[in-house]
């Protein structure tokens, strides 16, 4: 089945630095990918949708500025946490998609801890 | 926004025993996906089991099985058998086909544990 590769699975930083985690489709052409933020026993918030070529979407109340995500190529999508602050730590997890009706992929997960 | 509402936080079965995971939904749409989504300790969401909304015929797969009732907005899965690796948290899912976005809407969980 499809593939979903998501570096890197764990990282911690120094409060006031950035981190980049990637989100790689492995064997398809993801045009959509979804990014999402999961905390401790709870369940999976959308933090953005990116579509291939354009701006991400955010849903309401997740900074654009601090959680940058950049959808370049049909196989990568890239979220950076700009200035993480102990706060952002959590675990981050994305998604990948061709269609609104076809089967929707996940990353094995990073777990942030910020420092 | 579709809201999905799972309302049993925590769920206990004995091995070999079945259980049970109920979840609601709330559309205004008659063409949908719904989900089950297992979540092991590793973390990695894996797709249990998925539905159609406009096939009747209630999904399937091995020990996993769903009840789906389509006018009362209700999605439950039974776990038949249970083993020791189903214990994890259940997710249920809400995915519209007709928005540009298609993002699936998860309900709180359902922690599952399995007593040996």
């Known amino acids: 089945g499809a593939v979903v590769s998501q570096h890197p699975s764990r990282v911690i930083c120094k409060s006031g630095t950035s981190v980049k985690i990637e989100c790689r489709s492995l064997?398809?052409?993801?045009?959509?990918m979804f990014w999402y933020r999961q905390f401790p026993k709870q369940s999976l918030m959308l933090m953005a949708t990116?579509?291939?070529?354009?701006?991400?979407?955010?849903e309401q109340g997740v900074e654009k500025d601090k959680f940058l995500i950049n959808h370049a190529s049909l196989t990568l999508s890239t979220l950076t946490v700009t200035s993480a602050h102990p706060e952002d730590s959590s675990f981050y997890i994305c998604s990948a998609g061709q269609g609104a009706r076809e089967k929707l992929f996940f990353g094995s997960g990073t777990q942030l801890s910020v420092l | 926004a579709q809201t999905v509402t799972q309302s049993q936080p925590e769920m206990s079965v004995q091995e070999a025993e079945t259980v049970t995971l109920s979840c609601t939904y709330d559309?205004?749409?008659?063409?949908?996906?719904l989900f089950w989504y297992k979540q092991p300790p590793s973390r990695q969401m894996i797709l249990v089991i998925r539905q159609e909304a406009y096939k009747q015929q209630n999904a399937t797969e091995n020990r996993f099985s769903v009840n789906f009732q389509k006018a009362a907005k209700s999605f439950s899965l039974k776990i038949s058998d249970s083993q020791l690796g189903d214990a994890a948290m259940y997710f249920c899912?809400?995915?519209?086909?007709?928005?540009?976005?298609?993002?699936?809407?998860f309900g709180a969980g359902t922690t599952v544990t399995v007593r040996a």
């Open positions: 559309t205004s749409e008659s063409d949908y996906y």
């Open positions: 064997d398809f052409q993801a045009t959509t």
């Open positions: 990116s579509n291939e070529g354009s701006k991400a979407t955010y």
């Open positions: 899912a809400y995915r519209s086909p007709f928005s540009n976005d298609y993002k699936l809407s």
